[in-house]
């Protein structure tokens, strides 16, 4: 069961962490908008896992130190739990690209 319990936490979070990637990669693109990101990450993870895990995605825009904007979608989800064993709490997961029109 503990094997079962992590090969699935783990498909999750890497399903979530491609989902985030390609959502601000989306967001990020000329013509597009940070919030059109946000709308393919949930898009994509509904697609992919499940309607429950694209309820908390949010996303910004932020500066690096070298004054380069990044878009920036955040995913938390609650982690999956086998039976009654197992870690209670959520996954949290980025996904960053560089806003093209700069």
């Known amino acids: 069961v503990a094997v079962l319990q992590l090969g699935a936490a783990l498909h999750i979070r890497n399903t ?13 693109k000329i013509g597009s908008s940070p919030d059109a990101g946000a709308d393919r990450t949930r898009d994509l993870i509904r697609r992919s896992i499940s309607d429950g895990y694209a309820d908390d995605v949010s996303v910004t825009t932020e500066q690096t130190a070298a004054g380069v904007q990044v878009v920036v979608v955040r995913v938390s989800a609650p982690l999956p739990v086998i039976g009654p064993l197992g870690p209670d709490g959520a996954l949290d997961v980025t996904g960053r690209a560089f806003v093209e029109d700069q």
Not at 18 to 27: F, K, T
Request: aromatic share 0%; glycine share 16%; hydrophobic share 40%.
């Open 16 to 28: 979530l962490i491609s989902c985030a990637s390609e959502g601000a990669r989306h967001g990020a």
